[in-house]
Structure formats: C-alpha cells, structure tokens
C-alpha cells in the first residue's frame, strides 16, 4: 500500500527562523513528488521534483529529492508570517496524487 | 488561463437532497480529479477521469457519482448524503492522461454542509 508520511507535523517558529519539513514516501511506479502550501482554501504549487540531488529554488523556498532513500525535503529560509500554512507532499504515481499527512507551519511575529 | 472553476463555492443540503457539485478547465488537461478533504486533514482522492473515462475509484461510496460530460467538465453528484460527508471537495487538472508529469492545478472548492 502507498504511503506518505510527511514530519513534524506540526512547527512553530520565529520570524526569520529557518524550516526543514520532511517527506517520506513508499508508492509504486514513482514519477515526480510535488510540494504544495495550503492556506485557507486550495492548495498552490510549490515545486516539482523528478531527479535526485537536484535542488529546486524559489525564492527563500528550496527543495530537494532523494530517490534512493525515498524521501524529500522542503526548506524555508527567513520565515516571515505569510509563510504560515500546511505545506503538502504529493508523489504523482503516473495517474494518481496522493497528499501525505502534511506539515502545519506557524510563523510568530 | 491557468484557472480551475469550480461551483458553487458553498453547498448547504440536506440528507435527503440531490445537488451536484461542477468543474471547469480550459487547459486542454485531460485528467481531472475529485478530492475531498476534512479539517486538519490532507486531500483525500475519490476519482480520477482520464479521457472523459473513470481510471480510479477510490472505494467511494454510491452516494457520491461522478460524470465526466466532456474534456472540459467534470461534476459530482451527491445524493443521500450523511453528516459526515460535510467536508471541502476539491476539483482538480493535470496535464496528461495517466502519465501525468506535471502539476495538479486545483479549484478553489466547494464547501459542503450536509444536516
């Protein structure tokens, strides 16, 4: 059976402070993780991972796959008050998306 | 347009009603996904179109019954609900059929009350 276990589960920072979320996975027939942030209503796009080692950059956000053990990271850099939300990992089986557990991130001022 | 439209954003109904939840996608994406997601919880997969044709099901109760019209929509009757199927239902697209390599593009959702 798939699963995706992201951790902690929950954070609490202070501004400026940087964050490491982590997505572990176990699916069948891997073809990309996806990292997504959920405020109030739908999740919106972060990054998307195909190679290992490969770090993928916006901004203060940073991500990076590993497919040999099977897990991703998500680091945030400067945490501001905006960056508060749950921040969600999703492994694209080919036809599928499944969203791990996610990782609830507040920012204090 | 990037957009996934999705109607209405709130739904109050009762468990005897039959209403139907609706999505839009101009993005010539021939996925479309049904998620639904409680509180404090992740999005959780019901159905998945590719094609215009149903590819998964998630072991979903017969109370809710896709339809996917054509490439563009795809909507979700609901009829005899419970209580507890009050949740966010979430429409979403991506970009090739099965073998999706991109991104989900979501909608905004619909939030459903049932009482």
């Known amino acids: 059976e798939d699963k995706v276990v992201q951790s902690p589960l929950s954070l609490v920072v202070h501004e400026g402070d940087t964050v490491t979320l982590n997505c572990s996975y176990e699916v069948t027939n891997f073809r990309s993780l996806l990292w997504y942030k959920q405020e109030k209503k739908a999740p919106t796009f972060l990054f998307m991972l195909t190679s290992s080692g490969i770090e993928k950059k916006s901004g203060r956000l940073s991500s990076i796959l590993d497919k040999k053990e099977l897990f991703s990271i998500l680091n945030i850099t400067a945490t501001q008050t905006g960056d508060s939300a749950v921040y969600l990992c999703a492994p694209n089986t080919g036809n599928q998306f499944y969203f791990g557990t996610g990782t609830s991130l507040t920012v204090i001022p | 347009d990037t957009e996934v439209t999705q109607t209405p954003k709130h739904l109050v109904m009762g468990m005897t009603n039959k209403k139907s939840l609706k999505c839009e996608q101009h993005?010539?994406?021939?996925?479309m996904y049904w998620y639904k997601q409680k509180a404090k919880k992740p999005p959780e997969l019901m159905f998945v179109y590719s094609y215009e044709k149903l590819s998964i099901n998630e072991s979903v109760p017969s109370r809710f019954s896709p339809e996917c019209p054509n490439s563009s929509l795809l909507n979700l009757h609901l009829h005899a609900l419970q209580p507890e199927d009050s949740a966010l239902y979430l429409c979403?697209?991506?970009?090739?059929?099965?073998?999706?390599?991109?991104?989900?593009?979501f909608g905004e959702g619909s939030r459903l009350t049932v009482l």
């Open positions: 993005m010539g994406h021939r996925a």
């Open positions: 979403a697209s991506s970009d090739r059929d099965g073998v999706s390599t991109g991104e989900l593009f």
